[in-house]
């Protein structure tokens, strides 16, 4: 699948934008210019050649805060993402096989989490558990985890009618065996589309929590908290808002670029995609032959 992905223009842009996003969060603190929290008696300064974006209200250099920033960002996103993977794909997995009870279980559970508001749920779990990040992102994964519960069942149920799956199970086949050899990989795709899409949402999700001020205490920098500061300033520094917001889009827009790129390249239209590939291939290699015939 990772070289259907990189066969595709999108997936190819897409897997770019994301590897940089995460460099930036592994070596953002080593790269910062400057102490990220250090203030200055320069404020709200343009752009120079000591500060490449600026200085903010308090004189601290903003490229800097930028890059120190992505790490709580991308890390907050990934547990939103890998939470909701978790919580939610396995018992959407089980809830096939495992009886009546645990699958009505599982599905009203699935329909409260729908109806809660995440992000108010996130910010009541805040004032209860204290001000922090991980769990607010522990919580709001859970509460997003239907959606790979929903697409992890459907996608079950579909190879679970199999003749062949059917056939493994009358041979006395566990149900562990069964997930693993036949039906995980059938999943898999689905799952992998949820997952892009939702390390996009876990980024809208940390932007939103920080720019209220919630999950990271200040003066910790993050895309979403320079964002709020930066709007009360804008009459001195209008462009302020735009690395942020230009951050937190183009990794939102690569998240979404990715799960298409995934989705084309996967069930019929991956199939489809490898015969064309394939049938060029042979066209091309029986091109030549054909003008040594002719000759």
Same mark, same amino acid.
């Given at each position: !699948? @990772?070289?259907? @992905?990189?066969?595709?223009?999108?997936?190819?842009?897409?897997?770019?934008?994301?590897?940089?996003?995460?460099?930036?969060?592994?070596?953002?603190?080593?790269?910062?210019? #400057?102490?990220?929290?250090?203030?200055? $008696? =320069?404020?709200? %300064?343009? /752009?120079?050649?000591?500060?490449?974006?600026?200085?903010?209200?308090? *004189?601290?250099?903003?490229?800097?805060?930028?890059?120190?920033?992505?790490? @709580?960002?991308?890390?907050?996103?990934?547990?939103?993402?890998?939470?909701?993977?978790?919580?939610?794909?396995?018992?959407?997995?089980?809830? &096939?096989?495992?009886?009546?009870?645990?699958?009505?279980?599982?599905?009203?559970? %699935? $329909?409260?989490?729908?109806?809660?508001?995440?992000?108010?749920?996130?910010?009541?779990?805040?004032?209860?558990?204290? =001000?922090?990040?991980?769990?607010? !992102?522990?919580?709001?994964?859970?509460?997003?985890?239907?959606?790979?519960?929903?697409?992890?069942?459907?996608? +079950?149920?579909?190879?679970?009618?199999?003749?062949?799956?059917?056939?493994?199970? &009358?041979?006395?086949?566990?149900?562990?065996?069964?997930?693993?050899?036949?039906?995980?990989?059938?999943?898999?795709?689905?799952?992998?589309?949820?997952?892009? #899409?939702?390390?996009?949402? *876990?980024?809208?999700?940390?932007?939103?929590?920080?720019?209220? *001020?919630?999950?990271? #205490?200040?003066?910790?920098? +993050?895309?979403?908290?320079?964002?709020?500061?930066?709007?009360?300033?804008?009459?001195? #520094?209008?462009? %302020?808002?735009?690395?942020? %917001?230009?951050?937190? !889009? &183009?990794?939102?827009?690569?998240? =979404?670029?990715? /799960?298409?790129?995934?989705?084309?390249?996967?069930?019929?239209?991956?199939?489809?995609?490898? =015969?064309?590939?394939?049938?060029? $291939?042979?066209?091309?290699?029986?091109?030549?032959?054909?003008?040594?015939?002719?000759?």
């Amino acid at each position: !699948m @990772v070289r259907r @992905v990189l066969s595709l223009t999108s997936g190819r842009i897409a897997v770019a934008i994301l590897v940089l996003i995460a460099l930036l969060a592994v070596c953002g603190p080593w790269l910062a210019p #400057q102490d990220p929290l250090a203030t200055s $008696d =320069n404020t709200l %300064a343009s /752009a120079s050649g000591a500060h490449w974006l600026g200085t903010d209200y308090l *004189g601290r250099d903003v490229f800097s805060r930028l890059l120190d920033g992505s790490r @709580v960002s991308v890390l907050g996103s990934l547990e939103v993402a890998l939470t909701a993977l978790v919580v939610g794909a396995i018992p959407g997995i089980l809830s &096939v096989y495992s009886g009546r009870v645990f699958e009505w279980l599982t599905l009203r559970l %699935a $329909d409260t989490l729908v109806a809660l508001p995440f992000l108010l749920f996130a910010i009541a779990v805040i004032a209860l558990l204290g =001000n922090g990040i991980t769990q607010a !992102m522990l919580v709001t994964g859970a509460l997003v985890s239907p959606l790979f519960y929903r697409v992890s069942r459907a996608a +079950t149920l579909a190879v679970a009618r199999s003749p062949y799956v059917e056939a493994a199970i &009358v041979s006395g086949a566990s149900t562990g065996w069964v997930v693993r050899r036949h039906v995980w990989v059938k999943v898999l795709p689905p799952i992998a589309v949820a997952l892009a #899409q939702t390390i996009g949402v *876990g980024f809208v999700i940390v932007s939103s929590l920080t720019f209220l *001020g919630i999950g990271v #205490q200040p003066p910790a920098p +993050t895309w979403g908290g320079l964002l709020a500061s930066d709007l009360g300033y804008l009459s001195h #520094q209008p462009w %302020a808002p735009v690395p942020p %917001a230009l951050l937190i !889009m &183009v990794t939102v827009w690569a998240c =979404n670029l990715l /799960a298409d790129a995934i989705r084309d390249v996967s069930g019929e239209a991956g199939r489809a995609l490898v =015969n064309r590939r394939k049938a060029r $291939d042979r066209s091309g290699a029986s091109a030549p032959l054909s003008v040594g015939g002719s000759r």
